[in-house]
């Protein structure tokens, strides 16, 4: 049976009389399947004599005025009957009250120009909310283990660099988790509930506009060429407001002439944003 705590008393509680290593998924909630495999990754980091607990917190301080922060999805008797099911521990769920304490001084933290590309250019702010959020949880629950999903792609790479931001991090080991697709190609992700079921069956460009570049780069096209395919099939697709469609480094700087490389998409779907991305293989100019 999965433990739920809500206050920092009753984690400490549950810290103490847990043993083993620490495996954490941090969530928003709204759990899916990506999710469930965020949990199954970090029990196999573990093992069945470590813990994995889950938290679930909304995070307001990612997220921007006017964006979806109270319309966000809440649904934690159902989350916590996929942590159940999942194998999971314990989930905590704290207030915001119980993150940020109004008598405590919260470290931010600073990850450098890549929080200001992509996904910070068109939120700004974003990802310092995400790493302070990411840093407070970990250090909170005493992770020796945390798994991110590959979905959010640029996140994953920014939570990397915490333990060199944030010493009491410097143990703990991230793990990336490859993206869990609906059996229509969607990537998982708790704002595709936010889709109407016409707008559902509009988003599904944003995968092919994935597969598209990852052909194209494949079959010899220059990474910058397939981007401007790739951009210009999705901003004629109907409902689709596209957002960027980059090829980037798999460390997200400049993409490389040939060799591995990462496929970015953003777009919009009537309100909802939605992010999806994918490895690709740049075989270089045919000569
Ligand atoms: O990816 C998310 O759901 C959030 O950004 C995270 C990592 C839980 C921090 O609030």
């Known amino acids: 049976m999965t433990v739920v705590l809500h206050t920092r008393a009753e984690l400490r509680a549950w810290l103490d009389r847990t043993r083993g290593p620490r495996g954490v998924v941090l969530t928003m909630g709204a759990l899916h399947d990506g999710h469930v495999a965020l949990m199954r990754a970090a029990r196999a980091e573990v093992g069945d004599a470590g813990t994995v607990l ?22 934690l008797d159902d989350d916590v009957a996929r942590c159940t099911a999942a ?70 790479a920014l939570v990397r660099r915490l333990p060199e931001l944030e010493p009491a991090l410097a143990q703990c080991r991230f793990v990336g988790v490859p993206i869990v697709r609906d059996a229509d190609g969607l990537a998982g992700s708790s704002r595709n509930r936010y889709l109407t079921a016409e707008e559902r069956v509009q988003a599904l460009v944003i995968p092919e506009s994935v597969r598209l570049v990852r052909e194209l780069c494949a079959d010899g096209i220059p990474a910058a060429q397939a981007e401007r395919v790739g951009r210009g099939f999705l901003s004629t697709s109907p409902g689709v407001t596209v957002d960027y469609v980059v090829v980037r480094s798999e460390t997200l700087g400049p993409a490389p002439v040939a060799g591995p490389a990462r496929v970015l998409v953003a777009a919009r779907v009537g309100t909802t944003r939605l992010l999806d991305n994918g490895p690709i293989e740049i075989r270089g100019v045919r000569p």
């Open 87 to 156: 194998g999971v521990d314990a989930v905590f769920a704290p207030d915001v009250h119980e993150v940020y304490p109004e008598d405590e001084e919260v470290p931010t933290y600073d990850p450098g120009p890549l929080a200001d590309d992509l996904e910070g250019a068109i939120r700004p702010g974003h990802f310092v909310g995400v790493l302070t959020v990411v840093a407070r949880l970990l250090r909170l629950t005493e992770a020796d283990v945390t798994c991110f999903g590959e979905k959010d792609y640029q996140q994953l």
């Open 54 to 75: 889950v938290t679930v917190f909304v995070n307001p301080t990612q997220f921007g005025p006017g964006e979806d922060f109270t319309r966000y999805p809440r649904t």
